[in-house]
Nanobody, 117 residues
């Protein structure tokens, strides 16, 4: 049974940091690329960052480059998103994603991040 436990979301002031965690189980974690997507209020879901199986390759959306860092710990079956210098436009529901080219996607339930003063 595929399962994701997302944590770390909440309310933070502009400029502040937040770290999201996604602990996965029920599938071969180290065989999947991992990613974080977000869906702001009233907008479509968008890719924020992704990381390859061993963590050597990463991708970031232009809007978060230099501010966010994605990482993974395969021994813990966990992917992280460190978010720094947060802006109000970062407010969204953030979703953990697992993807393998020949196996499709698995999705987490999502966690709310609100950036507001």
């Amino acid at each position: 049974q595929v399962q994701f436990v997302e944590s770390g979301g909440g309310l933070v002031q502009p400029g502040g940091p937040l770290r999201l965690s996604c602990a996965a189980s029920g599938f071969p974690f180290s065989s999947y690329d991992m990613g974080w997507y977000r869906q702001p209020p009233g907008k479509k879901r968008e890719l924020v960052a992704s990381i390859s199986r061993t963590g050597r390759n990463t991708y970031y959306a232009d809007s978060v480059k230099g501010r966010f860092t994605i990482s993974r710990d395969n021994a813990k079956n966990t992917v992280y998103l460190q978010m720094n210098s947060l802006k109000p436009e970062d407010t969204a529901v953030y979703y953990c994603n697992a993807r393998r080219w020949d196996r499709g996607d698995h999705w987490g339930q999502g966690t709310q991040v609100t950036v507001s003063s």
